[in-house]
């Protein structure tokens, strides 16, 4: 039982509610949340909306590394002595999001065993996605990656309902993020439609979001031999 007139602490309230270090910041589609190279000074929790993270070689290439949504962190690298930004964060809709400094989430994860936990839980299942992105590009052809990445965007196999619908994402970042060009996406989104795994409406560039359809599983569960023909 909670000492009296003490309150139990809800790491919910906590990431929903502004307070001392933590404040909300509403974003529109294409605002930059931070630049790489700038010191790092916060961790960012998504309460609504998509974010993208890239990275920029000394040769100016861009690279797509996350699409990120409602629930997860980013920026937390702060907190392992990151002292500038390594990548970009880019709102790809509308977001809101709760902007926590470095000494407030510090302060709350040493004295609060909740939120400490939820924390050390969503680290660990970002680590084996990075783990499951890096054997994905090792060893699954680039129609495979193409329909993970799409089952992972609409949330399938988080808990709750998946999100069929994709925000609006073109063909460009898709290519990126799985290790291919955009023809070859074009192709296979062409195919994943015709074969009913996908729904798209407007243009080429998918302009008009993606809908995607719980069959598509089959493509990434089972081998199919050919798939790339």
Known sequence: MAARG?????????LAKVGEGRRHVKHQKGD?????????????????????????????????????????FFGEGCLAAQRVRISTATAMTECDVMC????????????????????????????????A????????????????LLLLLANFGKEGSPTPLIAKISQETL????GTTRSRVSFFMNKFRKLGFIDYNGDSDLKGGIVVHKSLL????HETPHLER
């Not at 609060?112 to 783990?131: D, P, Q």
């Not at 290519?175 to 799985?178: F, H, L, S, T, V």
């Open 100 to 131: 926590i400094e470095k000494a407030a989430i510090t302060k709350v994860l040493r004295k609060e065993s909740a939120f400490s936990e939820l924390f050390i839980a969503y680290l660990l299942s970002r680590t084996i996605r990075v783990e």
């Open 32 to 72: 930059v949340i931070f630049s790489q190279g700038e010191p790092a000074r916060s961790v960012f929790f998504i309460q609504q909306g998509k974010v993208k993270l890239t990275v920029v070689s000394e040769q100016g290439k861009e690279a797509v590394v996350a699409i990120l949504a409602a629930d997860d």
């Open 6 to 14: 003490k309150s139990l602490f809800s790491p919910t309230a906590f």
């Open 175 to 178: 290519a990126e993020m799985i």
């Open 218 to 221: 089959n493509l990434v569960l």
């Open 133 to 148: 992105d890096l054997v994905d590009q090792l060893f699954n052809s680039s129609e495979r990656r193409l329909a993970r």
